[in-house]
């Protein structure tokens, strides 16, 4: 047993945002218990509330040194104050545009509330954890919430199947990722990602116990960003959740597993790129081309989207195997303007549907430009962005990743990458088709509050800003990398 | 400072768009209220900047780098030197006259707010490229001022012919701008960057460079550079061969016929080829083929105008004819003269335009000069500021066109470049053929007897409201005196500084500057010269035509009918265009769409690889059984696919 010094405040300092968070997640659910369901707006101005007081407490990290905290475990570094800010502001904007189809559904209680903010400290935990245990424990809290986020309509069949094929296949990839960890271990010596890095790049190990490591790592984390073979749960998921976890489930997490990859790959395996740069690269390939093509046949919009995640990420691993920081900056550019798109994309949905109705197929945006132009607008923004139509953010991201990988000799994946992408801009323009060429089906009102609308406007809106003017955020992510590593 | 460079053109585009996307809830009188607004505070800050650059600051920088591509910096940045505040004050100064007149011009149309929306975001683009400091926005500026023109030539999209004459000035200057957009490709790949300063400073070491278009003809780099920058120019400023969209677009109002394609738009191909000086100093041919090509037009297209009877089509041709004085000004290294030229023409040829439309609007909308006549008398506002307008155009002593006209001629005359003898009598016959036409329009229109009764149906025609005659007046003013003013500075003395550069093997301004003894020694010495009485000449024979032997014009024509065919005909560019290109593009394309389209890519390549993705598509829809021991089988496959890759590499 070794003896550690005590914890003293400063070495708390780091973990602020943290434990405001968890302090204020416990009160949200101890207070929600006394709420009548009248009352409800409480939790959900104070979950705003503790967004904005951990943006408060986290900002001060933006341009600060590195600090650790917790005996070297936890590191507070501008990536990933970069990152949680990005998570706050997604998850704020994710509340809103769940609040009135949550009360439809009979949702629209505390536990909603309290399973996002714990599944928003699981993923602070991952971006911060410097630790594999660390890393693990932020994992498991995040994926813990989002099994039951899923499940939480306990009625429906098809969300408590997707909420158990997604629990199911999320411990198997857990039982991988966890046994890739200790085969690392066991030929490192350490669970420390600095000191593993260094140890590494000292000297000469076996390669196989290695390699044989590194691929389960890989595979647990493909799990979590959903990329082929590992992707199976997503377009299912993604369908049987309630369409406000949907949303949760496609935005934010993703970043926080991009952050995670690259604290394993970068910040710990750094020395062996030329192993998982190969992995990712049969990775990125396949989920391209399966994503891409799968999401022609789909007919389900939630369904389509998912797929269209998986080619999204794909893409944005281009950016992890450029192995270089203009490459992580890439992808890391790349995941917020993905994040901001899908928010934009499940947003919409989730404006367009009321009691009953989901508005979830592709049929039920036939001539929304003749119901409302305004809508048809955003949501025309959102899928040129994310088949990547310039001048949209899409076209920059996708654009960056491209370069980033070229500039290391990859032509051909570059080319690749581009012919998928080809192939995908078929189904993001098939909904500008059918939102502008086709006639509506559906006639009634669009019932949406005006906050809603409000930030649904600034959310396709940016994806237009950034594309025109990609240099303050692009510059962002660069000065991110480079300040933390 | 750079707060009041970046108000000069975003005050327009923020009128732009305010009037664009929020017109329907202004109304029209806000609207036209914030589109002239937002010019006028450009107007005012193009003054602070012109006061700022008269006492030696310039500036020189980049405001927001839009991206890095392979190592080049794509930047917007603003290089604000004498001759870009000259250009800024121009163009917002014509911007805001017509802003004015066309409240009183468009009062009656239903697009009113497009419009004011359209002029003002035009006004953007123009400042935009001027004030650039590198190619690529100027590029921006180059297309965006392209674009405006297409929309506002075919503003009145219902009318076929506006809508034929948009489509072509279209297409003309896609022929034009790529050439432009070659040129600036070279400059990327040959001189690294397109950042004006460093491109320029980088050229001198270019010289002997050469390049094989075709094999075993090896073209210096420069030259081959300054032509395609030059075919860029041509479309923009309509020279021949590219000049034949400009008369069409007089099929737009009469507002953006003064603005656009009088006093800035096209003139951004002279003040293109004026900032590139650098680069043109250094090709003798080049400058050559500029002055060859200037001095064409000049006199072609003056001719062209004396057959023609559309009052606004008269003046377009004028426009193509000043424009080609300009470019053979610059064929002769006299920069600063064509950029005098084209200031003063703003002014003038603003004024004709403007007035002409005085004229049109107080004719109900008819445009024909053999229905006018003795005008004079109900509209003498027009008349006094159009007589200014022609007098200036034709080169009067004393008058601002008198300055800068005869110091082109002078230009060509000392220029050292081969070219000018043959250039040089063409322009001074042009002298004569501007005068003719002009003072043919002018009689016509004005005076002689009132042939317009039939059209207003015995009412008398009113003079025009006060903001149509107030821009009129505006500009009869500068029509009048801004040669005399600032012929001095402008040419002889150090106003352009090294905003334009001259080499020393190109003399032909600094021998001018040694007989140079002030305005009015110039202006006094004219009636010795042949260029003065070749334009009075041209002046007394119209008013012989035009006013006192009314019936020969008739028997001219008749007599030489095959010369009267043919500048009815404009020299047949149109047939030429519409049989070779029109057709042989739709023969072309017709075969190609046909043969190769339909058969090979729509048929094979397209629907082939759209049935293949789709089969796959639904191939691999088929693993997604939804069986949770299916999925995790996947997984486990996948893992134990990549460890059996990988440890085998590895291995």
Known sequence: ?485 | MPITYLIVPFAPLIGALATGLFGWAMGRRLSHWVATGSVAVSLVASWLVFQDVLAGHTYNANLYTWMHVGGVEFAVGFLIDPLSALMMLVVSFVSLMVHIYTIGYMADDAGYKRFFSYISLFTFSMLMLVMSNNFLQLFFGWEAVGLLSYLLIGFWYTRPTAIYANLKAFLVNRVGDFGFILGIAMVLAYFGSLDYATVFQRAPMYTQVTVSLFPGHPWSLLTVVCLLLFVGAMGKSAQMPLHVWLPDSMEGPTPISALIHAATMVTAGIFMVARMSPLFELSDTALAAVMAVGGLTALLMGLLGIVQNDIKRVVAYSTLSQLGYMTAALGASAYSVAIFHLMTHAFFKALLFLAAGSVIIALHHEQDIRKMGGLYKYMPITWITFLIGSLALIGTPFFSGFYSKDSILEAVHASNLGVAQWVYPMLEAGVFVTAFYSFRLYFLVFHGRERFHDLLHGQMPQESPWVVTIPLLALAAPSLAIGYMTIGPLLYGSYFGNSIYVADTHPALADMAQHFQGAVAMALHAPVTPVFWLAAAGVALAWWLYLVRTDLPEKISRRLSWLYAVLVAKYGFDEFNDWFFARGARLLAGGLWRRGDVTVIDNWLVNGAARAVGAASRLLRHFQTGYIYHYALAMLVGAFALVTLFTRLAG
């Not at chain 1, 951990?54 to 900002?59: G, P, Q, R, S, Y």
């Not at chain 1, 939630?302 to 998986?310: D, G, P, Q, V």
Request: proline share 4%; charged share 10%.
């Open chain 1, 1 to 485: 047993m070794i003896s550690l010094p005590p914890l003293a405040y400063a070495d708390l300092q780091p973990l602020l945002p943290e434990l405001f968070l968890l302090a204020m997640a416990g009160i949200i659910l101890l207070l929600d218990t006394a709420l009548s369901p009248a009352n409800r707006y409480v939790s959900y101005l104070l979950t705003l509330a503790t967004l904005a007081g951990c943006t408060w407490l986290t900002l001060p990290h933006l341009g600060a040194a590195p600090a650790t905290a917790l005996y070297g475990m936890f590191i507070e570094d501008p990536l990933a104050a970069v990152s949680k800010l990005v998570l706050y502001i997604a998850v704020a904007a994710t509340l809103t545009y769940a609040r009135d189809y949550l009360k439809e559904r009979n949702l629209y209680r505390g536990e909603f509330f309290v399973l996002a903010l714990f599944a928003l400290l699981g993923m602070m935990v991952m971006i911060s954890a410097y630790h594999f245990l660390m890393l693990y424990l932020g994992l498991e809290l995040m994926s813990l919430s989002l099994y039951a986020l899923v499940a939480l309509q306990r009625d429906s069949a098809a969300a408590s199947e997707a909420a158990m094929k997604y629990f199911v296949l999320g411990a198997i990839a857990s039982g991988m990722l966890l046994y890739g960890m200790s085969m690392i271990y066991g030929v490192t010596g350490t669970l420390y990602l600095g000191q593993m890095r260094s140890v590494l790049q000292m000297g000469a190990f076996p390669s196989l116990p290695l390699v044989f490591g590194l691929v389960f790592l890989v595979a647990g984390m493909a799990f979590k960003l959903g990329v082929v073979p590992f992707h199976m749960w997503v377009p299912d998921v993604y369908e049987g959740a309630p369409t406000a976890v949907t949303l949760f489930l496609g935005s934010a997490p993703k970043l926080a597993a991009l952050v995670f990859v690259l604290r394993v790959l970068v910040w710990g395996l750094e020395p062996l790129f030329i192993d998982w740069q190969q992995m990712l690269i049969v990775l990125a390939i396949l989920s391209m081309a399966i994503g891409n093509i799968t999401a022609i046949a789909q007919t389900n919009l939630k369904r389509m989207l998912a797929y269209s995640t998986i080619a999204h990420m794909g893409f944005m691993l281009l950016g992890v195997l450029a192995a270089d920081r203009v490459g992580y900056g890439a992808a890391l550019f790349y995941a917020i303007a993905y994040l901001i798109m899908s928010l934009a994309a499940f947003g919409m949905i989730l404006l367009l549907s009321r009691a009953g109705f989901e508005s979830d197929r592709l049929e039920d945006f036939k001539g929304l430009n003749a119901r409302s132009p305004w809508l048809a607008f955003l949501m025309l923004l959102t899928m040129f962005s994310m088949a990547g139509i310039p001048p949209t953010v899409g076209f920059y991201a996708k654009l960056a990743v491209l370069e980033a990988v070229v500039n290391q000799g990859y032509v051909w994946i570059a080319v690749a990458a581009v012919m998928f992408s080809l192939i995908g801009a078929f189904y993001y323009l098939r909904v500008v088709k059918l939102m502008y060429f086709d006639a509506p089906e559906q006639s009634s009102e669009i019932s949406a509050g005006a906050d809603v609308r409000l930030v649904l406007s600034v959310n396709g809106l940016a994806l237009l800003l950034l594309g025109i003017l990609p240099a303050p955020l692009m510059n962002l992510c660069l000065y991110a990398l480079k300040a933390s590593l």
